[in-house]
T-cell receptor, first 112, second 115 residues
Framework: SQTIHQWPATLVQPVGSPLSLECTVEGTSNPNLYWYRQAAGRGLQLLFYSVGIGQISSEVPQNLSASRPQDRQFILSSKKLLLSDSGFYLC???????????FGQGTRLTVV | AQSVTQLDSQVPVFEEAPVELRCNYSSSVSVYLFWYVQYPNQGLQLLLKYLSGSTLVKGINGFEAEFNKSQTSFHLRKPSVHISDTAEYFCAVIRRRGGYQKVTFGTGTKLQVIP
C-alpha cells in the first residue's frame, strides 16, 4: 500500500518568512496528491491537488502555492507567511479507484 | 457537488458507555463513505469504509458504521468506549469515479472519553 512521508512535523516561523513543506509518496506511481489544511474548528480544507508532474490546481485563493517537481513529490510553499497561515497541514493521496485516501503525519505550522 | 455534515463538534462520553457519532452527506452521484480518526498532532488513520455490499461496516478498534441510503447517513458507533478512543473523528465521501476525485470531509467530531 501507499505510504506518505511529510516533513517537518512541527515548524515555528515568523510572519513574513518563507515556507516549504515537503511530501513524498512511496508504493505507487503517478499518484493524485492533495494538500489539506486543518484550522481549529474548521475541519479539513483542500488547498491544492495535483494529477501529475507540473499540474497544480488551487481550490481556494490564498497566500500559499504548490509545486510538483517529481512524480511522487509535492511541495507547499509561501514567499511570506501570514499569521492566518498557522494550522495543521496534511498531504494525502488516494489509491487507484479512490477507495481509500492515505495521509502523511502532518505538519503543525505556527506563525508568530 | 458533495458535502458532509457532522452535527456534533464535541461528544463527551463516560468510559465503557456506548457512543454514536453522526454523519450525513449529500451528493448527486453515488459515493464511497469513510470514517477517519485523528489522534493529537498526528495524521488521519482510516477507521472503516463503505464501498458496496452490506450496509453495516465493521472497522478497527471495535467501531462500526451503518450506511443508510434513504437518510443519507453514515453514523459511527461503538458499544463501549475506552480512554484511548479520545480523538477527533472525520466523516468523508468521495465520488465513485476514477481519475481525480476530491475527498470531501466533515468538520470533525471530538470524542472525549471521561474516566
Amino acid at each position: 500500500s501507499q505510504t506518505i512521508h511529510q516533513w517537518p512535523a512541527t515548524l515555528v516561523q515568523p510572519v513574513g518568512s518563507p515556507l516549504s513543506l515537503e511530501c513524498t509518496v512511496e508504493g505507487t506511481s503517478n499518484p493524485n496528491l492533495y494538500w489539506y489544511r486543518q484550522a481549529a474548528g474548521r475541519g479539513l480544507q483542500l488547498l491544492f491537488y495535483s494529477v501529475g508532474i507540473g499540474q497544480i490546481s488551487s481550490e481556494v485563493p490564498q497566500n500559499l502555492s504548490a509545486s510538483r517537481p517529481q512524480d511522487r513529490q509535492f511541495i507547499l510553499s509561501s514567499k511570506k507567511l501570514l499569521l492566518s497561515d498557522s494550522g495543521f497541514y496534511l498531504c494525502a493521496s488516494p489509491n487507484l479507484g479512490n477507495t481509500e485516501a492515505f495521509f502523511g503525519q502532518g505538519t503543525r505550522l505556527t506563525v508568530v | 457537488a458533495q458535502s458532509v455534515t457532522q452535527l456534533d463538534s464535541q461528544v463527551p462520553v463516560f468510559e465503557e458507555a456506548p457512543v454514536e457519532l453522526r454523519c450525513n452527506y449529500s451528493s448527486s452521484v453515488s459515493v464511497y463513505l469513510f470514517w477517519y480518526v485523528q489522534y493529537p498532532n498526528q495524521g488521519l488513520q482510516l477507521l472503516l469504509k463503505y464501498l458496496s455490499g452490506s450496509t453495516l461496516v465493521k472497522g478497527i478498534n471495535g467501531f462500526e458504521a451503518e450506511f443508510n441510503k434513504s437518510q443519507t447517513s453514515f453514523h459511527l458507533r461503538k458499544p463501549s468506549v475506552h480512554i484511548s478512543d479520545t480523538a477527533e473523528y472525520f466523516c468523508a465521501v468521495i465520488r465513485r469515479r476514477g481519475g481525480y476525485q476530491k475527498v470531501t470531509f466533515g468538520t470533525g467530531t471530538k470524542l472525549q472519553v471521561i474516566p
